[in-house]
Nanobody
Framework: QVQLVESGGGLVQPGGSLRLSCAASGSIISINVMGWYRQAPEKQRELVADMTNGGSTNYADSVKGRFTISRDNAKNTVYLQMNSLKPEDTAVYYC?????????????????WGQGTQVTVSS
């Protein structure tokens, strides 16, 4: 009942910036956690950043100081501003949403994933 649509990936040079967007759709009342994961070839999927509805954030150590996560709850959208990109940031980035409260329900539940968007950092 929840669909995630990602955008903003692409090819960028080292030191450049990209802004990823992920819009959640459905009969959504609220979303507890929205975030971004990434998976590089031959590596496990890892958390990049997430944010709770209360504003708490988590960042991977490798992106602290370079990436910023933000939310627009009125639009059910999460963003990831990526600055000072490095080749090691190259990966497929996946939007993730956890604990969604849907219209007509009393409890937040679920774990939803976007289709993934490729980010390539290369000169």
């Amino acid at each position: 009942q929840v669909q995630l649509v990602e955008s903003g990936g692409g090819l960028v040079q080292p030191g450049g910036s990209l802004r990823l967007s992920c819009a959640a759709s459905g009969s959504i009342i609220s979303i507890n956690v929205m975030g971004w994961y990434r998976q590089a070839p031959e590596k496990q999927r890892e958390l990049v950043a997430d944010m709770t509805n209360g504003g708490s954030t988590n960042y991977a150590d490798s992106v602290k100081g370079r990436f910023t996560i933000s939310r627009d709850n009125a639009k059910n959208t999460v963003y990831l501003q990526m600055n000072s990109l490095k080749p090691e940031d190259t990966a497929v980035y996946y939007c993730n949403v956890k604990d969604v409260r849907l219209a007509g329900t009393w409890y937040a539940s679920g774990n939803y994933w976007g289709q993934g968007t490729q980010v390539t950092v290369s000169s």
